[in-house]
């Protein structure tokens, strides 16, 4: 019996870890007020067209972010997790922003730079469709435009390498 419980209470916790927002569980047409109590304070609040938008990040040590986004009266118009293949590809580089990116992914995990490129490098883990540990490069020149962007795979907790 202990090891049912102990067991039930690993998956629980993963369910958590993954989505500890439960933010599927948010409806269409619930107030902002629901939202918050429901979810607890987002972890940054941007403008949209119409709206605004309630981002819920689990960056720089997770994998997820949901984006509710609200219509003028406050009411959830849309929820969804916006770490994925799907969603990276609407990255368009010569035209977005690094606002851009911000006000689709949230705060990135990582803001890098290498002397090989000037500017910043936005960094987001992410999880691919096939549960790989991923990381997301968007490459932002000086000007702050989006020049490229790409995924790369992220090697944790990977077998040593053996001769």
Same mark, same amino acid.
């Given at each position: @019996? &202990? ?9 629980? +916790?993963?369910?958590?870890?993954? *989505? #500890? /927002? *439960?933010?599927? =569980?948010? $409806?269409?047409?619930? %107030? ?5 109590? !429901? @979810?607890?304070? #987002?972890? =940054?609040?941007?403008?949209? $067209?119409?709206?605004?938008? +309630?981002? /819920? %990040? ?19 118009? &849309? ?10 590809? !609407?990255?368009?580089?010569? =035209? ?6 911000? !006000?689709?992914?949230?705060? $990135?995990? +990582?803001?890098?730079?290498?002397? %090989?490129? *000037?500017?910043?490098?936005?960094? /987001? &883990?992410? =999880?691919?469709?096939?549960? %790989?540990?991923?990381? /997301? ?15 790369? @795979?992220?090697?944790?907790?990977? #077998?040593?390498? &053996?001769?």
């Amino acid at each position: @019996m &202990r090891q049912l419980l102990a067991v039930a209470a690993v998956l629980v +916790l993963a369910a958590c870890a993954a *989505n #500890p /927002y *439960n933010a599927e =569980r948010v $409806p269409v047409g619930a %107030s902002r007020q629901d939202v918050v109590a !429901r @979810m607890g304070q #987002p972890t =940054r609040t941007v403008a949209i $067209p119409g709206g605004e938008r +309630l981002q /819920y %990040s689990l960056q720089p040590f997770g994998q997820f972010a949901w984006m509710v986004d609200l219509d003028a009266a406050g009411k959830v118009t &849309r929820v969804r997790q916006v770490l994925d293949t799907l969603d990276f590809n !609407r990255i368009v580089p010569g =035209r977005w922003t690094v606002d851009d990116v911000e !006000r689709e992914f949230g705060p $990135p995990a +990582l803001v890098e730079h290498v002397s %090989s490129w *000037n500017g910043p490098i936005l960094t /987001y &883990r992410w =999880r691919d469709i096939d549960r %790989s540990d991923m990381f /997301y490069w968007v490459y932002v020149d000086a000007a702050g435009v989006v020049q490229r962007a790409h995924p790369g @795979m992220e090697f944790i907790n990977a #077998p040593a390498d &053996r001769n």
